[in-house]
């Protein structure tokens, strides 16, 4: 082992001994070695998507930075000129810090009592710029019903919704229909676009990290990681999330909280 430049290697470099208590250690030594190597392709893997990502986002946080320069350079620094380009860029530092913070989200959230339809109008209220810009017109609940869960984690949740029917919207009377429903298992917050829709192929991929789909590849600039995150975090707060949709008609992105989170104001 001194010799070896990679020690971790020895359980491959032993031939295969002759009696038992031998056998058995060389046993143990080559399933330590199939384990460290499983365990470094992981983080190899893990590596390589935040660095792809990473490669992505300074892309993605170039375009509106260079269009700004451009505007300064043609003194046409105007609110509606700006503003969107700052909105973009806001979305994608937002986006960043969430997916550094996912992982320790048990360490900071802060679970209070809201009222469902106040949380939704609140995220619409964040995105109102890009959506009112796109034309959309909004529809939401007629009833509500108390929420425990942590405002901060599930507005995000909302949002990188709302940006991919944003994305993906419809190019003629884009629309979203916000549901609450409440059942005796759970209560539901359905999110409902009539945009270009997810096929039966991509669907049951959508919340996987780095899958863009068709669609996103068609766009060139998505990550793959808003969805990811979405349900990274849904299920940190024990909140289960599901997608149903069908090309050219719309996708239905549902929030199942568990019944027993229910609570009076």
């Not at 080559?30 to 392709?41: G, S, V």
């Not at 269009?67 to 003194?75: A, F, I, K, T, Y």
């Not at 940190?236 to 549902?254: F, M, P």
Request: hydrophobic share 35%; charged share 25%; proline share 3%.
């Amino acid at each position: 082992m001194k010799e070896c430049d990679k020690p971790y290697l020895m359980g491959e470099l032993t031939s295969r001994p002759t009696f038992f208590a031998a056998r058995k250690t060389n046993d143990y030594l080559e399933e330590m070695t199939e384990n460290y190597h499983t365990l470094l392709a992981k983080e190899r893997k893990e590596k390589e998507e935040y660095y792809n990502y990473i490669q992505l986002w300074v892309h993605e946080i170039k375009l509106p930075l260079a269009s700004l320069q451009l505007l300064c350079e043609n003194e046409h620094l105007t609110k509606e000129n700006v503003y969107p380009l700052v909105r973009r860029m806001n979305f994608f530092v937002e986006q960043t810090l969430f997916c550094a913070k996912g992982t320790f989200v048990h360490k900071d959230y802060h679970i209070q009592t809201y009222d469902a339809v106040t949380l939704l109008q609140e995220s619409i209220q964040d995105m109102a710029f890009e959506l009112i810009q796109a034309g959309f017109s909004l529809q939401l609940p007629k009833n509500s019903f108390p929420l425990r869960t942590d405002k901060q984690w599930i507005q995000f949740i909302i949002k990188q919704i709302l940006q991919n029917s944003w994305k993906y919207r419809s190019k003629e009377q884009p629309t979203l229909t916000f549901v609450c429903l409440e059942t005796k298992k759970e209560q539901q917050i359905q999110i409902i676009d009539n945009g270009v829709g997810i096929s039966a192929k991509d669907l049951p991929h959508i919340f996987e990290k780095g899958y863009t789909g068709e669609k996103g590849r068609q766009t060139k600039s998505a990550t793959g990681l808003g969805l990811y995150l979405c349900e990274q975090l849904a299920e940190q707060l024990n909140i289960k999330i599901t997608a149903d949709s069908e090309v050219e008609k719309g996708t239905t992105i549902t929030l199942h909280f568990p019944i027993y989170q229910r609570t009076t104001f």
